[in-house]
């Protein structure tokens, strides 16, 4: 799709769905998955738990002889990443439909502070092989330099911030609030950096769940004056500009 040098803002940037999510949520760094494989006791199966469109999902498959993503929304995994290792359920985290001392990794990318945690980690402890590591990973708040960090900020903060769940704290956090009973294993330094022009960012923020809730609260008017502000400060809307995401998690062995 070619891109304009200026957006048309009174386009209606935040009305997506699960192929937006698909098109336009950041991939992680294959390290991660490679760290992950790294600590598990033998690569026969990893199950990641709330994989949307699986984006980690797909490359853990790199690593293990079966995966297994599982989502509640059939329409996140309509537009699921396809592999011949790789397979998926519609199902919840607190009901996993897997035998007993089946997983060697479990984990839950950017979906833990939605699930009831207690069931769910009961739920690790039952599919768990003797050994097998769980990670819960999650990715911070972006970050991007300048007089456009400075306006993400202040949306990301003090406009949007009201409409976020509660839960986000815990990913703002990088989930160091979590209550998490397995003996720890440290995350390495990792991020997600990606090179990304307007239409591509402004696609993200509609992926947001508190992007969703303004909507639904009749604040159209702050997402299209955010919109327009960054056109302002973005100039060319088809240039690339740098985008950073810290990589944070709790990793540890059952």
């Known amino acids: 799709m070619p891109v304009k040098d200026h957006p048309d803002v009174s386009r209606n940037w935040f009305d997506q769905g699960g ?3 698909a098109r336009f949520r950041p991939e992680y760094p294959p390290e991660l998955a490679a760290f992950l494989a790294s600590i598990a006791p033998d690569s026969e199966l990893a199950v990641d738990v709330g994989c949307g469109n699986g984006q980690l999902t797909h490359q853990l498959a790199e690593h293990f002889s079966r995966v297994i993503g599982m989502d509640p929304s059939a329409d996140q995994l309509v537009h699921a990443a396809a592999r011949g290792n ?11 439909p897997l035998p007993d001392r089946c997983a060697s990794l479990i984990t839950a990318a950017q979906a833990a502070h939605w699930f009831d945690l207690p069931a769910f980690y009961a739920e690790v402890r039952r599919v768990a092989t003797p050994g097998a590591a769980v990670a819960l ?3 911070g708040v972006l970050r991007l330099d300048g007089d456009l960090g400075a306006r993400f900020e202040t949306f990301y903060w003090q406009e949007i911030g009201p409409y976020w769940p509660a839960e986000r704290k815990l990913v703002d956090s990088g989930y160091a609030t979590l209550d998490f009973p397995f003996e720890p294993i440290a995350l390495p330094a990792l991020q997600i950096r990606l090179d990304w022009n307007l239409e591509q960012f402004l696609g993200y923020l509609s992926t947001w769940s508190a992007v969703r809730r303004a909507r639904e609260a009749g604040k159209e008017d702050v997402l299209q004056r955010f919109a327009s502000d960054l056109a302002q400060l973005w100039g060319n809307a088809g240039r690339k500009r740098e985008i950073c995401w810290p990589i944070n998690g709790r990793i540890g062995r059952v």
């Open 137 to 139: 990973v999650s990715y």
């Open 19 to 21: 192929q937006a999510y």
């Open 86 to 96: 790789l397979s998926y359920l519609c199902a919840p985290a607190e009901s996993l």
